[in-house]
């Protein structure tokens, strides 16, 4: 199994792009991007995210969303799909945003752990793991403020790339966005609704400078940023209550509702 990264720090854009422009963009990055190494493994080039997202009753993580909250943070589990197949292992994380920057710290969990901590609903661990008890003490937190449990499954397609020349860059495209109402990671089957119905959401991911490359085709697509949240558009598909809703053609633009 490839180790994988327990801690991200980086800066993320996204864009939201139609099929056409994706191949175009796909064309044009051939010289300066290739596959990562996880699909590089599958047959196809892409592999799938799970994502199971925690809230309070009231969607306290997705009204900070909706009201353009500066600081904020989100809580899920996340495994993947290779080739149709679930991998052996799932992530616990907290993803915080600080304006443009990007924090994500997670641990590991095996299959046996996943369905034990959700069974026994994640306790204070009594080990030398200082970033796993980091993480499950601010989830205990969280819980115990906010009473947070789990409230959509959100699953997607996606196409990773990594620079040639800057392995810090990262460039995916996300496709077949769906959702259900859910308290399980492994309740992915066809009966999830569709998120985005048409294009993809485009992520560059980075430190430092932005590539060249990626201002050209910013340029030449006149692509605009946007403050999508997949589980937000997940929580407004499941969730038929009025006050939580607006509508999926409102795209949040740094922040802000058109």
Same mark, same amino acid.
């Given at each position: ?24 963009? #796909?064309?044009? $990055? ?6 990562? /190494? ?8 892409? +592999? ?13 993580? %997705? ?7 500066? #600081? ?7 495994? =993947?799909?290779? *080739? ?14 600080? &304006?443009?920057?990007?924090?994500? &710290? ?5 299959? @046996? ?9 994640? /306790?204070?661990?009594? @080990?030398?793991?200082?970033?796993? *008890? @980091?993480?499950?003490?601010? %989830? ?20 990773? =790339?990594?620079?040639?020349? @800057? ?63 997949? +589980? ?18 409102? $795209? ?7």
């Amino acid at each position: 199994m490839l180790k994988p990264k327990l801690h991200f720090q980086r800066f993320e854009f996204k864009y939201l792009i139609t099929f056409d422009q994706l191949h175009k963009i #796909k064309s044009f $990055l051939k010289r300066y991007v290739e596959l990562d /190494k996880y699909a590089q493994q599958t047959r196809s080039g892409f +592999y799938e995210v799970i994502s199971l997202y925690f809230d309070s009753p009231k969607f306290y993580y %997705y009204q900070e969303k909706v009201d353009g909250v500066k #600081k904020r943070k989100k809580i899920r589990l996340r495994t =993947y799909r290779v *080739n149709g197949q679930f991998i052996d292992y799932a992530f616990f994380e907290i993803k915080r945003k600080h &304006d443009a920057i990007i924090l994500k &710290d997670r641990f590991l969990l095996s299959k @046996n752990e996943y369905f034990d901590a959700v069974q026994n609903n994640l /306790k204070p661990i009594n @080990n030398d793991d200082k970033n796993k *008890n @980091n993480i499950v003490e601010e %989830y205990l937190w969280e819980k115990n403020q906010r009473l947070i449990s789990p409230k959509v499954l959100v699953a997607y397609s996606r196409e990773p =790339y990594l620079g040639k020349f @800057n392995k810090n860059f990262r460039v995916t495209f996300d496709y077949h966005i769906k959702s259900k109402a859910g308290a399980s990671l492994y309740e992915y089957n066809s009966d999830l609704d569709n998120v985005l119905d048409e294009g993809a959401i485009m992520e560059i991911k980075f430190n430092g400078r932005l590539p060249h490359y990626i201002q050209k085709i910013i340029d030449k697509y006149d692509l605009q940023r946007i403050a999508y949240s997949k +589980y937000c558009q997940g929580v407004e598909t499941c969730y038929y209550n009025p006050s939580l809703r607006i509508s999926k053609n409102n $795209l949040l633009i740094f922040d802000k509702v058109l």
